[in-house]
């Protein structure tokens, strides 16, 4: 346990029997009232925003948590598999704490996953990946004057939305958050 003074912006607690991230930490002093610390914080399962007012002596607990980088390999079911890049041990992840990002994960790649004593709480995948296109309409000589975008499938199976100008077999960069389309890679 620890006081609400040790507390840090970017700590994960164990707050009413649920994992909150502390995303803002501000200390208060109001007039001639106590002092305490208004906290912003993310429950880190369902992303909902709680915030609450420790008092400077309240006592907390602080999660040890641990990020490391490890490289996708395959589905498995409800689960992905990961290996540690280091010691080469694998582990089973829920597919849900990638969110909807899930659609642009191919074999091979790197991904982020935060545990806090042997359960898998966070995973993220690089803020943009780069993918082949398997399947566009083809382009049309003087496409590439308008802003105006088409359908295509990358080589994981989403459909993204990219300038005329794009042609099967292409590379492109996409933002793995929004899905949207970045650059045409070469």
Do not use: W
């Amino acid at each position: 346990m620890s006081k609400a003074s040790e507390v840090k912006s970017g700590n994960v607690l164990r707050f009413n029997g649920e994992l909150v991230s502390v995303e803002e930490y501000i200390h208060r002093t109001p007039g001639n009232l106590r002092a305490f610390y208004q906290a912003r914080m993310r429950n880190v399962k369902t992303g909902k925003i709680v915030e609450y007012r420790f008092r400077t002596d309240e006592e907390v607990t602080i999660c040890r948590v641990e990020t490391n980088d490890y490289q996708y390999l395959y589905e498995d079911g409800d689960y992905l598999v990961v290996m540690d890049n280091n010691t080469f041990e694998q582990y089973n992840i829920p597919k849900l704490l990638f969110g909807s990002s899930i659609k642009f994960l191919k074999e091979g790649m790197n991904v982020t996953i935060a545990f806090e004593s042997d359960e898998p709480i966070v995973a993220q995948l690089p803020n943009n990946v780069e993918l082949e296109i398997t399947y566009t309409e083809p382009a049309v000589k003087g496409d590439t004057s308008t802003s105006a975008q088409k359908y295509a499938t990358v080589e994981t199976g989403a459909e993204i939305r990219v300038p005329l100008f794009i042609n099967q077999g292409d590379k492109v960069k996409v933002d793995t958050k929004t899905g949207d389309y970045m650059e045409r890679v070469k």
